[in-house]
Every structure is written in structure tokens, then in C-alpha cells.
């Protein structure tokens, strides 16, 4: 299906998009929150560095799935394969969106009015606003992610589900050779395969009787031509 293998790579460029986004952002992130302030350590959060690693594993998984299939019938691109790569990826950023809306108890922060203190004045601070828009941005990519691999591989479950109780088996098939309508057991001709694989022809010719070819000379009767007659006398 051609269909399937287009929505396949556009579900993948995206996914690769997206996690190049957040893997600059988390990683902007990181860097702006971890150090030392006032000769204390500071750590970045948990959620940032889910949303970094997980970002970073997308990256190397998917984009090999995408760029070998291209060219070769890579042992990434099967279907089995894909289905369980995909699904932890797919718990991966679950968990990174989860894990991002949790440290603002699922509220969405006003990121235009964060000000902090400067002797008697009140400015806002750019740098809070940045990171509280990278927050949000981070956690929003988290949940698209979630949701790109969460319809795709619910696709592909049912469609090698459905080929495979029509006798076809595409598990260890890549989506872009795969045929998921085809019905398993049947030649292109339309006949029944036998267990050898050669098509089973209901019109195929009948064996070779050599018994027919025998008969004996006495059950042929009838009346001699005059030839075989002369012949009969000159003996």
C-alpha cells in the first residue's frame, strides 16, 4: 500500500522534526537552569532531561527507519520491528509530557508577565520569559509526538492484524513492500497453492497411462485388405 509507506514517511519527517525541536530547546533549558548560583548546585529538572533523552533516542531510532528503508529492506524497517521500537518511544513521550505538565500542577503559565525586583523597580526578566516559553514549547512537542506515534502505530497494529487473519503474513515485512490487502495462500492466477508453493491447476492434463498403449494384436478384428490377403497366400 503506497498510501501507508507515504503516510509512513511523513509521520517519520515530522516526528524527526519535532524532536529536533525539542531537543534544542531542553537542551537550552539545561543549560540556563544547572550550575551554581550563590556557590549552591544547581540541577535542572527531571522533565527536562526526559524530554532531552527521549528526543535524542527519537532521533537515533526513527531517522535510520527512514533513511535505510529508502534504499534497503533493512531489518529496522520491518513491521515487527517498527511496532516495538515505536511503542517505548511512544511511553517515552508520554511520560515527557506528562512529566512537563506536572511541574506546573497542569497549569499553563503566563509567560509575559514574569518580572523580578531590581532595588526599587520592577522589570520583567527576558530570560524567565524565554525559558517559560521553551517550557511550554517542550511540553507541547511532547504531546504531539505522543499523539503522531500513538495513531501511527495503532495503524499499523491493525493493518498487519487484518493481514494476518487473511492468511498474510507481514510482520517480518517492511511497510513498503508489505500488502495488506493481498490474501495469503493464493497464486496470481487465482488457484489454491499446494504445499510446495506451485499453483494447484484443476485443468492440468491426466497422467500418462501406459497401459492403453499395450493392447494385445487379437483385440483389434475385422476383415484383411486384399494387400494382406496376397501376402497370407505367398507364405
Known amino acids: 500500500m503506497r498510501t501507508f509507506w507515504l ?13 529536533v525541536i525539542v531537543l534544542g530547546l531542553s537542551a537550552f533549558f539545561i543549560s ?3 550550575g551554581t548560583v550563590a556557590g549552591f548546585s544547581v540541577n535542572s529538572p527531571a522533565w527536562a532531561n526526559l524530554a532531552l533523552a527521549t528526543s535524542i533516542l527519537t532521533l537515533v531510532s526513527v531517522t535510520p527507519m527512514l ?7 533493512a531489518h529496522t524497517s520491518k513491521i515487527l520491528v ?15 509530557g506528562a512529566d512537563a505538565a506536572a511541574y506546573t ?48 502505530v495503532i495503524a499499523l497494529l491493525v493493518f498487519a492484524i487484518l493481514a494476518s487473519t487473511r492468511g498474510n503474513s507481514v510482520w517480518m515485512s517492511s511497510v513498503r513492500k508489505a500488502d495488506f490487502s493481498a ?7 487465482g488457484y489454491p497453492m499446494t504445499q510446495q508453493g506451485v499453483p ?11 497401459n492403453s498403449y499395450n493392447q494385445s494384436p487379437s483385440m483389434y478384428t475385422g476383415t484383411p485388405t486384399t494387400q494382406h490377403a496376397q501376402l497370407a497366400a505367398q507364405v
Do not use: H
Open 183 to 189: 490474501k495469503g495462500g493464493n497464486s496470481s492466477n
Open 105 to 152: 500542577n497542569g497549569e499553563v503559565p503566563d509567560c509575559s508577565n514574569l518580572e523580578i525586583v531590581v532595588g526599587l523597580l520592577v522589570v520583567k526578566d527576558n530570560t524567565l520569559i524565554t525559558l517559560c516559553r521553551s517550557y511550554q514549547a517542550i511540553e507541547a512537542f511532547s504531546w504531539l509526538n505522543w499523539i503522531i506515534l500513538m495513531g501511527y
Open 67 to 73: 533513511v535505510l528503508d529508502m534504499f534497503l529492506d
Open 7 to 19: 503516510a509512513r514517511v511523513g509521520t517519520f519527517a515530522t516526528l524527526i522534526l519535532f524532536s
Open 32 to 34: 540556563k537552569t544547572s
Open 200 to 210: 494447484a491447476n484443476p485443468q492440468a492434463p491426466a497422467p500418462y497411462n501406459q
Open 82 to 96: 517498527e511496532l516495538i521500537v515505536l511503542g517505548i518511544l511512544n511511553v517515552l513521550w508520554l511520560a515527557s
